[in-house]
């Protein structure tokens, strides 16, 4: 008796290698398809990365992603033949996604409209391990089951090449199986409203209509981010780099010295201070003075605003960890280890501070600033694709290895951000980090006053939404 696995292979092999024959035929309605995929993928993936296609048809998504190395691994014999030859820079392999004959690790993991055709979808997770380190993206996407009879019809029609059975799919499936299998979702996303070409039509719906409620629900296919599940072990405890930017802050200097706990294998304080007014500088050089077997160092900055502030102090940081700690103590320096744990754990690979969660000291923050708040927490969740309560707190910790590759992205979005909040948001979505949200209590100030300008900054904070949602969203 047949195996029905290998009959269902076969079937899908005779398939696709008369497709790949008549491809130049009869190129059909799902070019401009295939080409909104591929724009999709170059806004989730870097390029220089070592990635890996499975399901790689004729190499075209692979190759339009630039990576350092690319390998693709299709089912057709005749699919790989002719990406070889459109390609010969990449590397291409007959194989069966189910059993990838492949070693390597790779960054990004890619199986665009795999799913549909696998016998066995969860097999195929299982054997993602092998080629997945710790930091890899898995990248998924799939047709709704919304568009099972349209896409039929239009099939039968002859407006599409024929199509052959079809897993259909949701995104709970999929992430149940992934979960089963160690993977867990860092985002999904619902794309592409008009399958068809038109360019005033197509951008309409595709770019802007598709990111919105209700017309997103109506989406053609779901595109699913997905890491490793992080695995709970002894690991070599880290340096921990605590930058502190300072303006106007001298009141609160020797409070983060005796407060700020020791972390990892050990602490470091990192002092940025900006061209204050009263002696915050001369006030920190006298606590270094007076704590010589504390590891803490000063630097004055040259720019302003409290963005370039972290990034010298991140420049000059020798830490596997990253965080910040704002000078006026409104985080308590003591909740810090919980930042630390939540990271080298790898529940999250950027720890977001929450100020939103808890109840306030009086006068902590204003309310009109909470508004603001959370006007901006539902605006950073819609754009980012995760949950976003607080965009404004400023604590947040990374990954050294994360931040430098920010730092590389940066002109994705331009050097746009004076508070430094969203230059680390907008890096950490663009890399498909994992982002988790740690709740703290919000102090009261005790020593001076906020920095904050809240119309001048509020309406800075709008322009640089709408700037990120023409590079985040609507793309």
Not at 98 to 121: N, T
Not at 207 to 229: D, Q
Not at 322 to 347: C, H, Q
Not at 394 to 411: F, M, Q, S, W
Request: hydrophobic letters at 45%; proline letters at 5%.
């Amino acid at each position: 008796m047949n195996n029905p696995f290998e009959t269902y292979t076969q079937r899908r092999i005779e398939y696709y290698d008369a497709l790949a024959l008549r491809a130049d035929l009869r190129p059909g309605l799902g070019t401009y398809y295939r080409r909104r995929v591929v724009e999709i993928y170059r806004q989730l993936v870097s390029e220089g990365l070592r990635v890996i296609e499975l399901g790689s048809a004729q190499g075209d998504l692979l190759a339009a992603l630039k990576p350092s190395y690319g390998l693709g691994i299709d089912l057709s014999w005749e699919m790989v033949n002719r990406a070889r030859d459109s390609y010969p820079h990449l590397h291409f392999m007959q194989g069966d996604a189910h059993f990838p004959d492949v070693e390597e690790k790779f960054d990004v993991i890619i199986l665009s409209d795999l799913l549909h055709d696998l016998w066995d979808v969860e097999a195929a997770f299982n054997r993602l391990s092998k080629i997945a380190a710790a930091h890899t993206r898995i990248i998924i996407n799939v047709y709704s089951r919304l568009w099972e009879l349209p896409l039929k019809a239009a099939s039968l029609l002859g407006l599409t090449n024929p199509r052959i059975e079809q897993n259909w799919l949701t995104v709970e499936d999929i992430a149940n199986m992934l979960y089963l299998q160690g993977f867990e979702v860092v985002s999904a996303r619902k794309e592409i409203l008009w399958p068809l070409p038109g360019s005033l039509l197509s951008g309409l719906l595709n770019r802007g209509l598709v990111k919105t409620w209700p017309f997103s629900e109506l989406a053609l296919s779901n595109f699913i981010v997905c890491r490793p599940m992080p695995q709970v072990s002894p690991a070599e405890a880290s340096v921990v780099s605590i930058v502190v930017p300072a303006r106007n802050e001298a009141g609160n200097i020797a409070a983060i010295f005796d407060r700020t706990p020791q972390m990892g294998k050990f602490s470091e304080l990192i002092f940025v201070e900006g061209h204050s007014s009263d002696n915050t500088y001369e006030v920190i050089e006298d606590e270094i003075r007076k704590r010589p077997g504390t590891r803490a160092r000063l630097y004055r900055q040259s720019g302003s605003g409290k963005g370039d502030a972290v990034r010298l102090g991140f420049e000059k940081a020798q830490g596997d960890v990253l965080m910040i700690l704002d000078a006026d103590m409104t985080v308590a320096p003591e909740d810090l280890p919980r930042f630390y744990n939540a990271l080298w754990s790898g529940k999250g690979e950027f720890i977001n501070g929450v100020r939103l969660v808890y109840s306030m000291e009086d006068n902590a923050m204003r309310f009109l600033n909470q508004i603001g708040n959370k006007f901006f927490s539902l605006a950073f969740s819609w754009l980012l694709g995760q949950p976003i309560k607080d965009t404004l707190c400023g604590t947040k910790v990374i990954k050294k290895a994360d931040y430098e590759k920010i730092a590389l992205n940066r002109p994705y979005f331009g050097d746009f951000d004076p508070f430094g909040d969203f230059d680390l948001l907008f890096g950490a979505a663009r890399l498909n980090l994992k982002i988790v949200e740690m709740p703290i209590r919000y102090r009261q100030r005790l020593y001076g006053t906020t920095n904050i300008q809240r119309w001048r900054h509020g309406w800075l904070l709008l322009k640089m939404v709408l700037f990120a949602a023409n590079r985040i969203k609507f793309v």
